[in-house]
């Protein structure tokens, strides 16, 4: 399974003055006949970095982060990892969490995080002690000896995470780390991968909640239809979208609040009314029509969330 | 780093080989085995004590009392066993006749004696009988009984057969019951082992495990190290039962034929391995098509109709281990593993055939290989519906 096939290599390749240890995806293109799950995917996630990725289900999140692996081949592009191209022996480097977990379901947590551990180039003793130490972070130590199979879901989600870390990777790919756990588990997992990424790794993984994501991150990619349709960090992309104001102005005649210039009128209730302002409006317009109408209780900017990003990035990208 | 191509594979093996060591299977079904194979040792045993020729049983009446010394030595001479007895009266030799407690009446006078039998008089009982009654009439003629004794010995007619048949093997038995043996043993391990390779590969699938093994290992590492692990259970397995069963066999001392040797052992753990990759590969092709347990017996039936077709033609190959059917079905790559150690076990077998047999089923297992292998890569990661082997074979 190599990838690159068909892949240009470009004299102005942005990898070859990236930082040693980051990752890079160029050009991805992958179709399952019709379907085209990736369309020239473009990305870049710097070493030390926590970088979130979001998109709807079948963006192309989950086939992307499998050509990362190698477990499928790309139609076209290229993965570069520290700006040489991902070799097998490369890839044995990334911890990967799948989108459909697995492990052996009849084999002891600590021996199977050893032999996972080996399997990805560690030495017998090493791997058993990295084993036994994954396991009390997350504090599943009392069942080292158990099968995995006897563990409720939220703990085998946990062994497949210390399964993606046990051997000490290069790089993190995680898909959906946070679906199925806990609350006091997301804790726990949102503390792990920053560690990693403060320890320099660069960190990628995806996820549907994206207040999570919000807080977690470093950086963001929101893609759709197999194609990066906005990144950057979280405030990079609020300075994108349009500016909002809550405009709270009780004396204000039931239709007052349409037409005014430079603005949109996006929702109204109990008196409050929320405005989107048009790029290079002047908010201070808005406010002296507000004044015009009476008292004005409240006027103040509202950051946009990620969700919201979300949602009218997709919907500038015509669905 | 280089992390070596062997040793993930040994890795591979080694977890196989302490799966299948730590399992059930193994260890009751090895224990079972032996105490089946010490059953079916004690039972020939006993049931070969009885079987010596017994004793037959002729009775004289006072009126051929007379011929009875004769009658013993000749039979005896012949080497036929009798036992010689005096009934009262023909009525009452006849009724022990009948009862079956006495296997030759003989009655009449001395010089024209009938022998009463239940349906045919032993031709060697009749001879030794027949040369008492010409002693008796020569004695009657006034010859003395020392001459006639001299004159008798020693008549003996040489025999030039222009066709001699063969002579009877006297382990013929004993080798066939080896050759059936073996064959079962060998077709058991075979469709175990080759089916725990299978069911490995589905496993590994469904549990979507494979996504983080490929991710870190090749697919033909994975399948390599998968079977050689279980491939290595199996020999263990087999060598302990063909120890244990050579250790009966020496204590009891019911055969000691070649068959059942250390020597010839190995070479049945020859055909063992030979067997086991031949069928273990193309299981694994096939079943890495299917993503659920439920549907490896289904996937598998196509291949594990030709190992059930090699065990049916055991009943075939057994009466007739020389004959031409026989010596082809053996060659045959599928059937070979079971069918010339069949023909080995009985004698039957010349080098070249077990030189072809070999060289033919080494060249399938290298070309199966290719192929599962390939189907292998192309499907292992692919879930869901069952996928097609010839888009597996493009790797579409």
Redesign the interface.
Known sequence: ?ELGRGAVALATDPADDAAVDSLTLQGLTKRYGDVVALDGLDLEVPGGELFGFVGRNGAGKTTAM?II????AADAGEVRFGGTPLT??A????G?L?E??????K?RLADQLA??A????MAPTAARVAAATWLERFGLAARARDDLQGLSLGNQQRVQLA?ALVFGPNLLVLDEPFSGLDPVAVDVMSAVLREQADAGLPVIFSSHELELVERLCDRVAIIDRGRVVAHGTVAELRAGAPERRWVGAPNAPVHWGEGIPGTHLISRENGRMLFEIDPGADDQALLQAALATGPVREFHRVEPSLGEIFRTVLEEDGT | MTGGGRSIIYLVARRELQKRLGGRVFRVGTLAMIVLIAIGITIAKVAGGSSAPSAIRVGFTSTTATLEPAFSSWATGAGTLVSVSDVADAAAGTAEVTAGTLDVLVTGSPSAPVAVVKDTLDTDVQSALSVAVLEARLTAAGLTPASVAAALAGTHVDVQSLAPAPPADPERSGKLAAAIFVAFLLYLSIALYGSFVAQGVVEEKATRIVEILLGTIRPSQLLAGKIIGIGLAGVLQLSIIAAATLVLVQQTHIVSIPAVSAGSVLVYLVWFVLGFLFYATAYAGVASLVSRQEDVSSATAPIYIFLIAAYVLVSIVVPDPGGTVSTVVSILPPFAPILMSVRMATGDATAWQVGLAIVLIVVSIAGLIWLAGRIYSNSILRLGARARLLDALRGK
Do not use: N, S
């Not at chain 1, 692996?69 to 499928?72: K, N, P, Q, T």
């Not at chain 1, 890839?91 to 990334?94: F, G, H, L, Q, S």
């Not at chain 1, 080996?118 to 180039?121: A, I, K, T």
């Open positions: 399974m499998r692996l190698g477990v499928l097998f022996e890839r044995r480097r990334i990967y799948p459909e977990r697995g492990l052996y379901p084999m032999y996972l080996q399997l990805h180039g399964a």
